[in-house]
């Protein structure tokens, strides 16, 4: 009929099929619940994938550093005067070049603010090279041959009364840590390192 127009819908929407005011209110609720819903379950699976990363970095840095203890030791010809509990002073290994020493120089393993190092003993400017960042502590001990057979009959802490001579081993217990978004990790290696050249010698004395 001509003129008709069609009034309000009594549940409150326009004649255009429009929402209400109250069903957009329930609408934005229900997805602000939703929202609260699953974050907690979003940042958890992001905190998963931060851990693994954390965990790969310092497992990384660990391999890495125990292999090249383990090298500079075996080839060094000697521990040098000035070692400690918390400084390991080699001669004469072939890891020294990438301490920033010639390869019959000397060069020290340390704890240094920003983590394990191998550096010169010279004064100055350092070109040596960071080791692991994650390493928080450092504990060197000495393996010793007391009856002359070429073997380690003990470890000790302080080098200082020692033949650096007598010295045939080095035992190195390390704390890495490393911290991520959310994560942290925490791991400790402890392993021995044997110095070929004073123990080659020494068996060699005893089968004389």
Request: one cysteine or more.
């Amino acid at each position: 009929m001509a003129g008709w127009q069609r009034g309000p819908d009594p549940g409150g929407r326009s004649a255009q099929g429009g929402m209400s005011l109250v069903e957009l209110l329930v609408t934005m609720v229900l997805l602000l619940v939703l929202v609260a819903a699953t974050a907690p379950a979003f940042m958890s699976g992001h905190r998963g994938t931060d851990r693994p990363d954390a965990v790969q970095a310092v497992q990384g840095e660990l391999h890495a550093s125990t292999e090249f203890l383990v090298r500079a030791v075996r080839d060094a010809r000697s521990v040098e005067e000035g070692s400690s509990p918390s400084t390991l002073t080699l001669r004469a290994s072939g890891a020294g070049e990438a301490c920033g020493v010639e390869s019959d120089e000397s060069f020290r393993i340390h704890l240094a603010p920003a983590g394990l190092r191998c550096d010169p003993l010279t004064e100055g400017p350092t070109t040596g090279r960071l080791l692991a960042s994650s390493v928080e502590t450092l504990n060197v001990s000495f393996g010793v041959d007391l009856d002359g057979d070429g073997r380690v009959d003990t470890f000790v802490a302080d080098p200082s009364d020692l033949d650096p001579g007598d010295i045939l081993a080095i035992r190195f217990q390390l704390d890495f840590a490393g911290i991520g978004p959310g994560a942290s990790v925490q791991t400790t290696a402890d392993f021995v390192a044997a110095l070929r050249d004073p123990i080659s010698s020494r068996v060699q004395l005893g089968a004389r």
